[in-house]
């Protein structure tokens, strides 16, 4: 039996459901990806069977899912709600709980923001919390060991070596902008060349949930992407670089996630082979790294870190600190001269 694509999967679930929930999922800004919108129709589809099956006004009735209201949803007792969570709570990891309770969370807001439904329930609702993890990140010395490795080799292997060449510019430049900015990989292999100002030292990068934000390095890292980026256009002919990747592999092929997180794996290993969390240093690590060395340098700036970091929320910035507010833009060479 042939498996059904993403968009067949979400179609299919959102003929289940009220007409009103197509309606979220294809406006909400925050679900783009197909694999983001089947994730919202299956959270929301768990919630909608809920109400009917074990909520006594509808499972009397015996309402289908399908004939569920936007007054249903608005006039739903919190009581079932957090009933509904405890459950989640209980039967599911802490993170899978969250998510749907998230997903459940952001289509009431949206509803309630177009002014659609009069009262929201789920804001008045139990909250899931997720239990404290420990922060992963490399010091400042071990990130100098990194960007050595990644610079000259260092500790890499005789056959790792003999192609260290061909990378070097592209890796250190990379490596550095990931330490100097805390950018996600996601939004690092998006880049492309003309997104960079090198004078400025500054990209335009989208955010994860799709914003758009402006972003500062160092001078150093400056003339690591200028170096980088003029032999890409020697290279590749190029006469304008609008549309041509950041960083591509060797063909010109924008670099894929999976391929930067191998690479950082590699000089990880090569540059701290007796480090106790060298199998646990991945690209979002290196925004770890970031943080802690941003959060000290600025004076525990939290609020700066939170924007550097492109938190929604404080709460999550809060692993690292707590201080106060400044510009951007000011402390895009803060971190130069520590590795």
């Not at 919108?37 to 109400?51: G, N, P, Q, T, V």
């Not at 790294?289 to 600025?298: G, I, K, P, R």
Request: aromatic residues 10%; contains cysteine; charged residues 30%.
């Amino acid at each position: 039996m042939e498996r059904k694509s993403r968009s067949d999967q979400i179609e299919s679930l959102l003929e289940e459901m009220p007409e009103f929930v197509s309606v979220f999922i294809y406006n909400f800004g925050k679900v783009d990806a197909h694999n983001t919108k089947l994730e919202y129709c299956r959270d929301i589809k768990r919630f909608l069977d809920f109400i009917v099956n074990c909520v006594p006004e509808y499972k009397k009735k015996k309402i289908s899912v399908k004939d569920l209201t936007l007054d249903d949803l608005s006039n739903l007792d919190v009581l079932y709600i957090n009933n509904y969570l405890t459950d989640m709570a209980e039967n599911y990891e802490n993170t899978t709980a969250k998510r749907r309770r998230a997903s459940v969370a952001s289509m009431y807001s949206y509803f309630m923001k177009a002014g659609k439904i009069r009262l929201n329930p789920m804001a008045i609702s139990k909250r899931i919390d997720l239990p404290q993890k420990d922060v992963i990140f490399l010091t400042n010395e071990e990130q100098s060991k990194l960007l050595d490795s990644v610079r000259n080799g260092t500790g890499l292997s005789t056959a790792q070596t003999n192609y260290h060449n061909l990378y070097t510019k592209r890796d250190s430049a990379m490596i550095l902008l990931f330490l100097d900015t805390g950018l996600r990989v996601s939004e690092l292999v998006s880049t492309d060349m003309d997104d960079f100002d090198l004078a400025s030292g500054s990209v335009v990068v989208t955010r994860k949930g799709g914003d758009t934000q402006t972003v500062y390095f160092s001078n150093e890292c400056s003339g690591y992407l200028l170096d980088y980026f003029t032999t890409q256009k020697a290279k590749f002919n190029l006469k304008q670089t609008r549309n041509f990747p950041a960083f591509t592999a060797l063909s010109g092929e924008r670099i894929g996630v999976r391929a930067v997180e191998r690479l950082v794996k590699k000089y990880v290993r090569a540059a701290l082979p007796d480090s106790s969390n060298v199998d646990k240093i991945t690209p979002h690590k290196l925004r770890s790294s970031f943080a802690m060395s941003f959060y000290e340098a600025t004076d525990h700036d939290i609020l700066k870190l939170q924007k550097k970091l492109n938190h929604k929320s404080l709460n999550t910035t809060n692993i690292y600190a707590e201080a106060a507010k400044t510009d951007m833009k000011e402390t895009r060479n803060v971190l130069e001269g520590l590795r």
